[in-house]
């Protein structure tokens, strides 16, 4: 919790502040000391979490367009086979950074009021298997020949055959979301990470990650699942970061050479949800009291604290601070002002919550 916080609240009870301090070092690095000759350093601990969404906006956004089975189809016949791209722009990941700092896994999200599937893949008819592929350096938009959107740089390919199977079934995710997850891949869904985000993506991605879904489906289904999806072909994107897009094939049925020719390109990306490392939501009231508490009844804890000295980029971050340095620092609130540098708690760069319904 930032310091700055834990002396308003004491305030609030009527506490006594000291008025008076000593300037310590200025740099704010990690070799700050305060009193008794406390190293106050940052906390580097990230947690491993699976509610993350690929551009923010996705957190807490559902589709309101129903009888989308993409990412993953589940039919018969002529309907039974598909090709669909799908391409995220890099610049999403700087929007996603704000609060993730590796994308470890890809998932889609069912809408908010229908269940989840199990989805089999298995051979086509001419025995070549189905596969769910990820790469790189991709163009900056989508072609509907999809031959054009492909590349050299793959990441990784799950694949299904008659024999073996592709198995995607379904998890409970938070709040009672159903989230798609690989049951017959050896490591789930973290068989394609696509790494660290923390800074933008390097040249591999080129201009961003796409998903290559080349699917039949087998036997053994429970019916078609209805995923969230973007919604840039009928409304505002909800990513702040870029546009998704899609190449769809759909199905011979509307399409003769849909492995071959998309019927068109448009925006209705699923929703990728993921694992990844991120640092720790934001404490909820009932923790800020408990610290509050904490830090009363323990005035050594009042020599280390933290604050956002990296202000205006979009991110969250906990530079420490030794007690008394604080008071190199504006960390109040963008109405008040005390012509100290400001913070980014008080721009509110970032968020670290993923939101309601991942």
Same mark, same amino acid.
């Given at each position: 919790m930032?310091?700055?916080?834990?002396?308003?609240?004491?305030? #609030? #009870?009527?506490?006594t502040?000291?008025?008076s301090?000593a !300037?310590a070092?200025d740099?704010d690095?990690?070799d700050?000391?305060?009193?008794g000759?406390?190293?106050?350093?940052?906390?580097?601990n990230?947690?491993?979490?699976t509610?993350l969404?690929?551009c923010p906006?996705?957190?807490?956004?559902?589709?309101?367009f129903?009888g989308?089975?993409?990412?993953?189809e589940? +039919?018969?016949?002529?309907?039974s086979?598909?090709?669909?791209?799908? =391409?995220?722009?890099?610049?999403i990941?700087?929007?996603?950074?704000?609060?993730?700092?590796?994308?470890?896994?890809?998932s889609?999200?069912s809408?908010s009021f229908?269940?989840? +599937?199990?989805?089999?893949y298995?051979?086509?008819?001419?025995?070549d298997?189905?596969f769910?592929? %990820?790469s790189?350096?991709?163009?900056?938009?989508?072609l509907?020949?999809?031959? !054009?959107?492909?590349?050299?740089?793959?990441?990784?390919t799950?694949t299904?055959?008659?024999?073996t199977?592709?198995?995607?079934?379904?998890r409970t995710?938070?709040?009672?979301?159903?989230?798609?997850?690989c049951?017959?891949c050896?490591?789930?869904?973290a068989?394609?990470?696509?790494?660290?985000?923390?800074?933008? =993506?390097d040249a591999?991605w080129g201009?961003?990650p796409?998903?290559?879904m080349?699917?039949s489906?087998g036997t053994?289904?429970?019916g078609a699942?209805?995923w969230d999806t973007?919604?840039t072909?009928?409304?505002?994107?909800?990513?702040?970061?870029?546009?998704?897009?899609?190449a769809?094939?759909?199905?011979?049925?509307a399409?003769?050479?849909?492995?071959?020719?998309?019927?068109?390109?448009?925006?209705?990306d699923?929703?990728w949800?993921?694992?990844?490392?991120?640092?720790?939501?934001?404490a909820?009231?009932e923790?800020?009291?408990?610290?509050?508490?904490?830090l009363?009844?323990?005035?050594e804890a009042l020599?280390?604290?933290?604050?956002?000295?990296?202000?205006?980029n979009?991110?969250?971050?906990d530079?420490?601070i030794?007690?008394?340095?604080g008071a190199n620092?504006?960390p109040?609130?963008?109405?008040?002002?005390?012509?100290?540098p400001?913070?980014?708690?008080e721009l509110?760069?970032? %968020?670290r919550?993923?939101?309601?319904?991942?």
């Open positions: 930032k310091f700055w916080r834990i002396f308003a609240a004491a305030v #609030v #009870v009527g506490l502040i000291p008025t301090v !300037l070092d740099d690095d990690d700050d000391m305060g009193p000759g406390i190293n106050c350093a940052e906390e580097t990230k947690a491993l979490r509610d969404t690929v906006g996705f957190m807490d956004y559902t589709n309101t129903v989308n089975g993409f990412p993953f589940n +039919s018969s016949f002529f309907f086979s598909f090709r669909n791209q799908y =391409l995220y722009p890099s610049s990941f700087v929007a996603t950074s704000a609060y993730a700092c590796t994308v470890e896994s890809m889609a999200r809408v229908v269940g989840g +599937s199990t989805n089999v298995a051979s086509f008819t001419n025995g298997p189905s769910i592929e %990820l790189g350096s991709n163009p900056g938009s989508l509907p020949t999809f031959a !054009l959107n492909s590349n050299s740089q793959n990441i990784c799950m299904g055959t008659d024999a199977p592709l198995v995607i079934g379904n995710g938070i709040r009672g979301s159903v989230v798609s997850n049951t017959s050896i490591l789930g869904d068989e394609c990470p696509l790494g660290n985000i923390e800074a933008p =993506l591999t201009d961003g796409m998903w290559d080349k699917i489906v053994g289904n429970s699942g209805v973007s919604d072909t009928f409304g505002t994107p909800p990513c702040e970061g870029g546009t998704p897009q899609r769809f094939g759909s199905s011979t049925f399409n003769p050479n849909h492995l071959t020719t998309a019927l068109g390109v448009d925006g209705f699923f929703v949800v993921f694992q990844g490392l991120a640092p720790p939501p934001p909820t009231v923790q800020q009291i408990k610290e509050i508490i904490r009363l009844l323990t005035p020599r280390c604290s933290g604050l956002d000295l990296t202000p205006g979009g991110k969250i971050e530079d420490p030794a007690f008394p340095n620092w504006d109040v609130q963008p109405t008040v002002t005390t012509g100290q400001k913070t980014g708690d509110v760069d970032g %968020l919550s993923a939101g309601f319904r991942p």
